[in-house]
């Protein structure tokens, strides 16, 4: 069997070799802080595979877990930490991030990580101590008001899906201060990081894909994956107010397991286009676009590396009728009601304008954030732009085909 040290140095050089880990920084933190010890009781390779642990759970649902390490080295790249900078964490868990940031910033750098659950800080600061990184300071608190104490911060960190930026993050950060969060946008998770280029005002310089377990405490956000009521698929809502509709959950259940009016789809979508590509295209330029999750998918909460061989689909949900774009082969487009013809051009139009424009990912969205009430002078929504106000009133400008 491997040793720690063998596993560790395999997963770090697969990560590079798959360009999760870039810069010598990420790279140094990754070798030197042992993943293992935030894991006490793993052996090594369960410690060193790329795959997240789940370290608490709650009524059957994981509310903490030591990140999937691919995901854990793309964040770091796009926190672009370095050497001298405070930086809060928000989600401490094991606190295996907290080790690796407190790695790169160095000892002149400042690290606070926070956690909403004692257990959780208190475990934090024993792998830290185990690892010889006790100059980390991990404190219990609810992370929705960032962590005023210890502020301003040059980087602040999320590792928890939040569904709202909130004001507080934004001023606690320095002038061209980074903030790096796990956001859900029209039922898409996107790690994005964002510059703050001014008072109240944030630009993106990366989009990514990802799966984090969601906020608890007063940031929570109560919208959850609906089941429909036949017990088999999941609706991701990207509408609530569709989602939450019984009628539209009906119409839904109805439209999967009746026959339907059924037409090839203009692009054989992978599942993996329909959270990051495709889905995050509709989603974003139609609220009434829903994500679903088949019987054997079970929740999204999983990572979506390991999405392959998952049933999924899009649903667009009219007051009269459906449609469906399903994407095990051959994609078909299904429509379902007197209004699921129209509802079908729609998402047929939809799907054929992302193959027209390259069929973009989360990588090529820039998203402009506005928080109204820290904001000097906001600056007027761009023509053509999208705006959509999240649920602690800052307002996201989000736009394609600018992003690295
Ligand atoms: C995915 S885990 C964090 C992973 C961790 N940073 C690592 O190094 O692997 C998310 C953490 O966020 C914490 N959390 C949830 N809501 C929070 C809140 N409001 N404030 C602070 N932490 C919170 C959870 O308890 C959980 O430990």
């Given at each position: 069997m491997a040793t720690a040290e063998q596993a560790r140095e395999r997963l770090v050089a697969d990560l590079v070799r798959d360009g999760r880990v870039r810069s010598p920084r990420v790279r140094a933190a990754m070798e030197a802080v042992p993943r293992h010890l935030f894991l006490p009781g793993l052996d090594p390779a369960a410690a060193y595979a790329d795959e997240a642990v789940p370290i608490k759970t709650d009524g059957g649902v994981t509310v903490s877990s030591v990140s999937q390490p691919s995901m854990v080295a793309i964040m770091l790249e796009q926190l672009e930490a370095a050497p001298g900078h405070r930086v809060l964490e928000i989600g401490a868990g094991a606190g295996w991030n907290a080790g690796l940031l407190a790695h790169v910033v160095g000892p002149d750098g400042a690290v606070i990580t926070v956690d909403i659950d004692d257990d959780l800080v208190e475990g934090t600061r024993k792998n830290l101590a185990a690892a010889g990184l006790e100059r980390v300071t991990a404190v219990t608190a609810d992370g929705a008001g960032g962590y005023p104490a210890g502020a301003p911060y040059d980087r602040i960190e999320l590792t928890v899906g939040a569904t709202a930026i909130r004001p507080e993050w934004v001023a606690q950060l320095v002038p061209d201060g980074r903030l790096l969060l796990p956001l859900t946008v029209r039922g898409s998770q996107l790690s994005i990081a964002f510059t703050h280029t001014g008072p109240g005002l944030l630009t993106s310089t990366s989009v990514r894909s990802c799966a984090f377990v969601r906020l608890r405490g007063a940031g929570a956000d109560p919208g959850r994956d609906t089941v429909l009521p036949g017990g088999g698929w999941t609706v991701q809502p990207a509408c609530r107010d569709v989602a939450e509709g019984d009628a539209g959950l009906e119409v839904l259940e109805r439209a999967l397991h009746e026959p339907g009016r059924d037409r090839d789809a203009p692009v054989p979508g992978s599942v993996s286009d329909l959270w990051d590509g495709l889905g995050l295209w509709c989603a974003l330029a139609d609220p009434r676009v829903v994500r679903l999750l088949g019987?054997?998918?079970?929740?999204?909460?999983?990572?979506?590396?390991?999405?392959?061989g998952v049933r999924a689909g899009l649903g667009l949900v009219t007051e009269d009728g459906c449609a469906l774009l399903v994407a095990?082969?051959?994609a078909t487009i299904r429509s379902f009601g007197p209004g699921g013809d129209g509802a079908a051009d729609r998402l047929a139009a939809l799907a054929a304008g992302w193959v027209r424009a390259g069929r973009p990912h989360a990588a090529d969205l820039r998203v402009d954030a506005v928080v109204p009430e820290l904001a000097d002078d906001p600056p007027p929504v761009p023509d053509g732009g999208r705006e959509i106000v999240d649920g602690a009133g800052t307002r996201l400008r989000i736009a394609w085909g600018t992003g690295p």
């Open positions: 019987p054997d998918g079970g929740c999204l909460a999983r990572s979506l590396f390991g999405l392959a095990d082969p051959p």
